[in-house]
Nanobody
Framework: QVQLAESGGGLVQTGGSLRLSCAAS????????MAWYRQCPGQQRELIAS????????KYGDSVRGRFTISRDNAKNTVDLQMNSLKPEDTAVYYC?????????WGQGTQVTVSS
């Protein structure tokens, strides 16, 4: 089994930056894609960014492209999300996801709040 633990959320002003981190443990060799999603109250969970194991495949959501950067360290089994130029509409609970062979696991979520 795979477990995910997120950290790095918090409160930031408009235009500020935050860095989220997600650490995977357990059967990490089965993980292929790691990704970040977010969810606002009453809305569906939205893909923010994803990256394949080797880094050759990276995808960003339209709303964050050019402001957010995903990075991955396979040796440490971590995936980070650097968020710059934050806007109030980025306020949400951010979730880490690990997907692979017989794996589709979510973290517990971390709150990001951007004040105007």
């Amino acid at each position: 089994q795979v477990q995910l633990a997120e950290s790095g959320g918090g409160l930031v002003q408009t235009g500020g930056s935050l860095r989220l981190s997600c650490a995977a443990s357990g059967s990490t060799a089965s993980i292929n894609v790691m990704a970040w999603y977010r969810q606002c109250p009453g809305q569906q969970r939205e893909l923010i960014a994803s990256m394949s194991r080797g880094g050759s495949y990276t995808k960003y959501g339209d709303s964050v492209r050019g402001r957010f950067t995903i990075s991955r360290d396979n040796a440490k089994n971590t995936v980070d999300l650097q968020m710059n130029s934050l806007k109030p509409e980025d306020t949400a609970v951010y979730y880490c996801n690990a997907n692979g062979y017989s794996v589709n696991v979510w973290g517990q979520g971390t709150q990001v709040t951007v004040s105007s």
